[in-house]
Structure formats: C-alpha cells, structure tokens
C-alpha cells in the first residue's frame, strides 16, 4: 500500500509543469571592471539577514557582505568557524567555532549594533558541550524573541538555553534531548505564546512544547533527513515543519505529520523562501554518498537546485550547478555560493511576467491560483477569469467560459458577456449568468427583464417562483420592471405576487381588473391598503368596480367617506355610523356613480344622515336625483312623500342657490322655484313666474305679500291686466285701489297704461279718477290758503322792516333772555327785542354782532342757503335722479324748490354806504329770510 501511494505521489509530481520564473545572472565585481565577484576562500558557515549576508571561514574569521557587494571581516575565533545563525529581527549573531584544537567548540554571541575596538562586541561566550563529553555541534537555532537558543550535536544530544541568550547570568542551559543519533534540523515554532522545538535526526522527527515546565515531547515519525534538509515554513503556510529525505519531502504540525510531496533525489539542502521550497539534490548522474557529511561534495559533483510552489504545484525554477556551498535568501533575491568562489543571483520575475507566461501555454486555473497566492487585486483576477471564459467560449465550452464570466461580475462590464450568449441555444449559460448578476445587486432594468424573459421562454416555472419569492433581504432586481415582463409574459399570478408583496399597488389593481377580471378581489385588496392608497386607487378605478360589483364597491365607498379602517375586507354596515378622522370627500366619488343611480341615491342619503356637515355638492346631486325621481313618479302617495323629500332638502340651506333654482326650474318643481326666488328676494321673478302661468290671484297676491318691498310690483301687475284680453276688471280695480291709496302712479300713466286693455272702459276706473280728483281740488283749496297766509305774514315782515329803517326801536324788556334776571346797567339790546347782561353776555356769546339766542336757528338758515347754493350746479346729479326717478315732474319741483334754477345773492356786507345803515339793511334782510324759511 505504501509503495502504491508513493508510486501516485510521484506520478503527480511528474505532472508538475516546470517554468522558469527566475532569471538567473552571475554576480559581478563592481570595483573589478566587471568580473566575476569572488567571495573569500574556505567557507566554512554562512547565513543572511538584516542587510547582510555572513559568512565564517577555516580560518576563524567572519564575513559581512553588503548589498554594494563590500566585504568586510573580523578574527571571530583563533581556529575556525563552523556554524552561524543570523537572526532576521535583531541585530544578533550567533556563531559556532574553536579557539584551539581539540574538540572544544564555543559559542559566542555577538552584537552587531555595538562595536569593541571597530568590532562587533561579543556579549557571551560559553562552551558548546552535552554533559561532561566533548562532542561536534551538528545544528543551532535561536528563537527571535532571544529567550531560547538550541544546539544540536552529534553525539543525540539537545543543549537548550532558556533565558536572554545574550547574557550568563540572566540564563540557563539544560540538556533537552539525548539520543544515538545525530542531531541534522532544529527549528523554533511559535503560536501565540505557545513555543515549540522541532528537532530532526536521521530517524526520527520530534517536537517539544517549551512553554510547558515538563517540556513534553511528542514523537511525529520515524523517519529523519540529512544535515541541512530541514526548514521552517512562513507563518502564512502555519510555521510548518520541512524534513526533505531522500524519497518524499514532509511536512509536520506540532502534533503531527502533515501533506507529504515525493520529490526523489538525494537531498543535499532544503531551505523555505516566500512559499517556495528549494531544494538542493545531487544529480541522478552523478555518484551516491549517503553519509551524515554529505555537504562535503567532489570537485566535479553536479548539483540540481530545485524550487517548487507547493500551494500551486508547479516548478518554478530548476538548473543544475557546481558543487553550492549554500543558497541564501536576502533583498528580495536568493544567492548561490558555490566552491569555487563564485556567488550567483535567482531574481524572481514579477506577477504579470509570469502571468503571461502562463496565458501563453492556457494555464488559466494555474494563473489565477497564482494570482491569488500573490494577493493580486480583483481587477488583476478579474482579467484572468474574463481570459480564461474567453479561452473556454472559444473551445466551445460554454458551461465552464459563464462559471469564469460569473467571477468577472463587478469587474467585467455585463453587455461584454450578454452578448455572447445571446443565442438561443445558449440560453440556460445566459440565464446562470444573469441570476448571479441579481444576487450581487448589480444588475439594471435591462438585465431583469432578459432574465425573465429567459425564464419565460425555457418555461422553468420553478426557478421564476425561486427568483421572484426571495426574501425581502434578498431582493436584487427592480420590481417594476419584473412586474412589467411577467405581466406581458402572461404570467399574471406572478406578476400579482411581486406587486401584493413589494406594495405596488397600482400594478397589482391594473393585472386583477384589465388582466384577470377578478373585480371582487381588486375591490377587497383595495379595503386592506392604508387611507391615503385606497382613496387614489378608488377614484382611479371606482367606475371599473362600480360597473361590475355596485353594491361592495357602494358599501367601500360609504366607509372611505366616513369611518375607514383599513385592514377589513369591507366595512360593515355598524362601522360607517361612526365618522372619523380618516375621511373622504363624498363628492369627489359622485362621477363614479355615473351609471349607477340607485347606488349614487344609497350613497349620497347615507353621507347625509352621517355627515349632516357634508359639501354641498353631495345635496345638490341628491337633490337632482329626488327631482328626478319626482318628475317621473306616477303614484300620487310617493310623488307627495318625493316632493316633501326635495323641499326638505331646499330648506335646510345645505344647497347652492344657483344650482338648486336651475334644478327646480329643469323639473318644473314649481314649490321649489318659489321657494327659492323667495329666498333670494326675487319678487318680480315670483310675479313673473304668476304672470306666466296667468295666475291673476297669485299676481294680486304676490303685490299684496312684497308691494312693501317692491312698489313697482303694482305698477307691473296693472300693466299685465291692462294687456289681457280677458275681462279683468276686478283685478284691475283692486290693483287700482292700492295704486291710489298709496299714490304710487300718476293718474296720467295709470290712464295711458289701461288705453292698451280693449277691454276696460271708463267705468273700471271712474271711481280712481273721481276719488283722484276729488283729492286734489282738496289739495288746492289747502295749497291756496297756504299761499294767503304766506303773502300775509310777508307782508306784515316789510312792515316790521320799515318801521326799523324809519322809527325808533325802544327796548322794553325788564329782565335778561339769558338768565332771566332783572336787567342791570350795563345791558346789551339786539333789534330782535331780546336784552342781556353785559357780563352775560360776554360769557356766552359767540360773537359781539349776534344775538346769542337767535344765533342757533341763523346758522341753521344759513347753512340750508349754503347747502342749497352747492347743490345748484349738481347737473349729473339732477340727470340721473330725473332719469331713474318715475315721478320725473317730482324731482324738478323738488329742485325748484331748493332754489336750484334761481340765482340767489347772499349779502353778508353791502358793497358801500355807511357802516351802521348798510349793517341795518343786511340784518332786515337776513331776518327776513330767516323768518321766512322757520315759516315754511
């Protein structure tokens, strides 16, 4: 079984594809015209690290050589060097040799950074012995945390100094491990604070855990490698340990063994370097030589120099040389030692280098697991895969080119792949492809509609139900658009899933009522959706449900409009007594009810009765629907019960005037009409509406209600009986009889208004005429005997005039007008005959020229005068008085009166003459007028 598996182990290493992804160039000598770079004769140790690479010689010294290629050296030991370790994180060396012969080896420890007379300075020396038996050191290896340093010996023996190495006394050494075996790898491996020792020999593999006191062990194989075939993977690769024998390359946990790599050959040197491993073999040709100092090799051995990518199972490098002292890794490079003094640089190409290289040979899945192992970016792997799909559409592989395409989204513009596959037989590779594109959110309009569009066309039901029924996380498609292809795909109920469940709720109403025709369902989707959605989707598609289900969609409307409680298939009846918030505008749905009358008759009576306060269009309608019903009712007991209804509806002042009176006027509702001309104060329109149906009663009855009102309505009424033919004379005798007594015509206009009636004859008005007369030979008789009296009383006022021009006034008044008191000297007398104290009449008159008793009516007179002077050329005024008065001779008399057409000359001051007569005559005068006017 053993060899079975080996035998597959090496069939697959045959496998490996070798590359050459190392260039390899020969070290020159900068200072020597470009020569050959020589290193210093008999090495017999060496090690890199920190910026340096060191090396110890046969004859004790120890070498730096710089990255400028300077070399530079110290005398370490008197004798030789035989081991160095150069650690990578302090500026420590440590190194192994004698000082005299005899097997007697020292360490010493040497600090880099400081320095004892130009060299570095040597902080610890002690001797290298297992117990009290001098024996070689085969091995060492230093922890880079300093508290551990392991020496390896010839003898099986493990000298491990625990502590800071650097120092005696802060340190101790104890004897680790002890055997018959040599002791060929050590190597420290940390994990957190857990530590370990790996130690090799050439039969065994073991491990102590340091950070336990007991230091236990634990065996992992029987099994060993020769001296230098040992080594340490980077803790990227879990600080594996590396035991290359000479048939199989291991590789070993803490606690046990791990993958195995049958790399055959004779293993001369194993070394770890940034996932790679390289190992060293004598050539196949070449003579074998098994023994524990196999690094001593012939002049003329043949070496083969080996590096593989154990992660990427590829050869990365292979060459033979001439006989390799050691190959060092430092700078970013490896270096080739060789005997004969020569050193030899491996620079590795870079990623893109060896990519190509890789796409040239259609190594994809190789390139992108190299890709990854160098952390290239997503951009970089996606151009790999996008190459490799393309490699594989070209082979015709189109299952395994979409996988690739898959891996390029977010990267790989999608139009790049769709088209390719545009084909209906590529069809399924398509649809993968654009399912992918969903799951990562990254995919537009246009790609969920060719996606369903494919689901469509393949007919896979399930996966349409899988992609549409994802979980509301998990959604990566516009909605809408899905909705829209399903739908014209002819797959409605899916389409009704995707609306109902992402809330679109125009879609889900549009597909249930033009698609599926199931209006009961629309309807009761419609009474879940919140205030806001149900009254839009109402008005949308209120006549739609109407037509079909009236008496749900009725009952909907009635709880929108009133109490809504969303969440109820349909509200019940109970409910919609309750009014709420959550309220619609009863008469914004009245257009739905457009061919549903007895509906829109339930609906508008129950908002009434529920919302008393509701608009006045729902009263106005309801109030046409009642007319109407009155208009076209036979029976005389309903046509009553309708014609209380719409009077009840008229009176409760709910009803836009205007509307309700075309209405009643429509429908001939004729207690409706004068209802509302009452109303409105239309009186005329009542004695019209009378006029028209020649209702004379009514007529006489209208003047008699609104006369007071109107008075021109018995002027009306009188020329309407005067242009009938018929005999109306009793009618025309009462309207002649309010005429006369509330004197509203002249008798001239009342006997040219009756000329037109062929009818009436003098009898009919012969009463008016003769009472009219009688009337005013009564008022004449009164106006004359005014007129007497007026010329009397003028005609004493001159004499009383002339008798002060021309007579003394004596005033005989014994007590004062004022205060009623017997007169005292000094007095003030005034022609009027009234007398006053002097002081009181200094404290009251308002003026020394006027009486101040008589001072009030004066000026009452003369700002009548006044008056009557401003209003003279008031001619526009006049005009239109005369024009809209119906009494024409009235307004002129009246102005006549006011003294409008006469030229009236107040005198204040006489133009000359003496001051006391002139000031004599303007008082007469002004008296005069002034008596005249108090007369009147």
């Known amino acids: 079984a053993s060899c079975g598996v080996t035998a597959r182990k090496m069939a697959a290493f045959l496998q490996w594809r070798r590359f050459v992804f190392f260039d390899k160039e020969t070290v020159k000598d900068p200072a020597d015209n470009g020569k050959n770079f020589s290193l210093p004769v008999g090495i017999s140790a060496c090690d890199s690290g920190r910026g340096h690479i060191v090396l110890g010689d046969m004859d004790g010294q120890i070498w730096f050589l710089l990255r400028s290629l300077q070399l530079s050296s110290f005398q370490a030991y008197k004798l030789r060097v035989t081991h ?81 190495i650097t120092r005696d006394r802060h340190s101790k050494t104890l004897t ?3 055997g018959s075996c040599p002791i060929t790898g050590l190597a420290f491996r940390q994990a957190g604070k857990v530590t370990h020792l790996f130690v090799a020999t050439l039969e065994k593999v073991q491990c102590y855990t340091l950070s336990v006191r007991e230091y236990p062990r ?62 060293l073999t004598r050539d196949s040709k070449s003579p074998n030589k098994s023994d524990f100092g196999s690094r001593e090799a012939s002049p003329t051995e043949k070496q083969l120099l080996t590096i593989y990518d154990l992660d990427n199972k590829f050869i990365a490098y292979s060459a033979a040389f001439d006989d390799i002292v050691d190959v060092l890794a430092e700078w970013g490079s490896l270096y080739i030692l060789t005997r004969d003094g020569k050193m030899s640089v491996l620079q590795e190409k870079d990623t893109q280098t060896k990519l190509e290289m890789l796409f040239k040979k259609n190594l994809f899945v190789m390139a992108i697991n190299l890709a990854k192992s160098q952390h290239l970016d997503s951009d970089g792997l996606s151009e790999i895969f996008r190459q490799y799909g393309d490699h594989l559409y070209v082979k015709g592989d189109h299952d395994g080119a979409i996988q690739q395409y898959i891996r390029t989204i977010g990267k790989l513009e999608p139009s790049y792949v769709i088209r390719k596959f545009l084909d209906a037989q590529r069809i399924h590779n398509l649809t993968a492809y654009l399912q992918a594109l969903h799951r990562q959110s990254l ?15 393949l007919k896979d039901s399930s996966k349409l139900e899988e992609f549409i029924k994802s979980s509301e996380g998990e959604v990566h498609f516009d909605v809408e658009i899905a909705i829209k292809v399903l739908r014209q795909a002819g797959y409605h109920h899916h389409a009704i899933f995707l609306a109902e469940r992402h809330a679109h709720h125009e879609w889900y109403l549009k597909i249930q009522l033009e698609d599926l025709k199931n209006y009961q369902e629309a309807l009761r989707y419609i009474g879940r959706l919140p205030f806001e959605q149900a009254e839009s989707n109402m008005k949308r598609y209120g006549k739609t449900l109407m037509h079909h289900v009236p008496e749900e969609t009725t009952l909907l409307l009635k709880g929108l409009c009133t109490d809504y409680q969303p969440g109820q298939d349909l509200p019940d009846t109970a409910s919609l007594t309750h009014p709420s918030a959550n309220k619609a505008n009863a008469e914004e749905f009245i257009p739905v009810f457009a061919n549903n009358p007895r509906e829109l008759r339930a609906f508008l009576e129950h908002m009434t009765e529920v919302e008393p306060q509701s608009s006045r269009g729902v009263y106005d309608t309801l109030l ?66 009378h006029m028209q149906n020649e209702e004379y009663g009514k007529v006489v009855e209208a003047c008699q209600r609104y006369g007071e009102q ?67 030979g009564e008022q004449i008789q009164e106006d004359e005997r005014k007129i007497q009296q007026y010329r009397q009383e003028t005609a004493q006022l001159r004499a009383d005039i002339q008798e002060l021009r021309t007579s003394a006034k004596i005033f005989q008044k014994t007590k004062c007008s004022m205060c009623n008191s017997p007169l005292e000297l000094p007095s003030v007398h005034f022609l009027c005959s009234h007398s006053f104290h002097q002081h009181c009449f200094e404290s009251y008159a308002e003026s020394e020229a006027e009486c101040p008793t008589c001072t009030p009516d004066n000026r009452k007179v003369m700002d009548m005068l006044r008056v009557q002077d401003q209003k003279r050329d008031l001619h526009e005024h006049f005009t239109r008085q005369l024009r809209c008065s119906n009494d024409g001779f009235s307004v002129v008399a009246d102005y006549f009166g006011r003294g409008v057409f006469n030229k009236l000359t107040l005198i204040t001051d006489p133009p000359g003459g003496k001051p006391g007569s002139s000031s004599l005559e303007a008082d007469l005068q002004r008296d005069l007028l002034i008596h005249t006017k108090r007369n009147a």
């Open 84 to 164: 160095l370790f150069q650690l990578k994180q302090h500026s420590i060396l440590v190194s192994v040799g004698q000082d005299e012969h005899g097997i007697n080896p020292l360490v010493k420890v040497w600090n880099l950074d400081k320095r004892d007379s130009g060299n570095p300075l040597c902080t610890r020396i002690f001797p290298a012995i297992p117990g009290n038996k001098p024996t070689e050191v085969s091995c060492i290896s230093v922890h880079e945390n300093l508290n551990f340093m392991a020496i390896g010996f010839t003898d099986g023996s493990v000298v491990l100094t625990k502590g800071d």
């Open 176 to 178: 680790l491990h002890e």
């Open 218 to 279: 634990a065996d992992l194989d029987t099994h060993g490698c020769a001296l230098r075939c040992s080594a340490l993977t980077d803790p990227s690769q879990d600080s594996q340990f590396i035991v290359a024998g000479d048939e199989c390359v291991y590789l070993y946990q803490p606690d046990e063994r791990g993958p195995c790599f049958a790399f055959e050959g004779h293993k001369l040197l194993a070394h770890w370097h940034r996932g790679y491993l390289l190992l």
């Open 443 to 457: 995919a537009n309009a246009d790609h969920t509609t060719l996606l369903l569009n494919c689901y469509t066309k």
């Open 624 to 689: 046409e629907l009642r007319l109407q019903d009155w208009a076209h009712e036979q029976d005389p007991a309903k046509k009553s019960s309708l014609r209380e209804a719409a009077l009840s509806l008229l009176t409760s002042d709910c009803t836009v005037f205007d509307k309700a009176l075309v209405l009643c006027q429509m429908h001939n509702f004729r207690e409706g009409v004068l209802y509302l001309y009452e109303k409105g104060k239309l009186y005329q329109q009542i004695m019209h509406y």
């Open 710 to 776: 109107e008075a021109c309505l018995w002027e009306q009424a009188l020329g309407y009986f005067a242009r009938k033919e018929e005999d109306c004379k009793a009618y025309i005798s009462e309207v002649l009889l309010h005429i006369d007594r509330n004197n509203l015509m002249p008798p001239l206009l009342v006997v040219q208004t009756l000329a037109h009636n062929s009818t009436a004859t003098l009898s009919v008005i012969k009463d008016y005429l003769v009472n009219k007369l009688q009337r005013e």
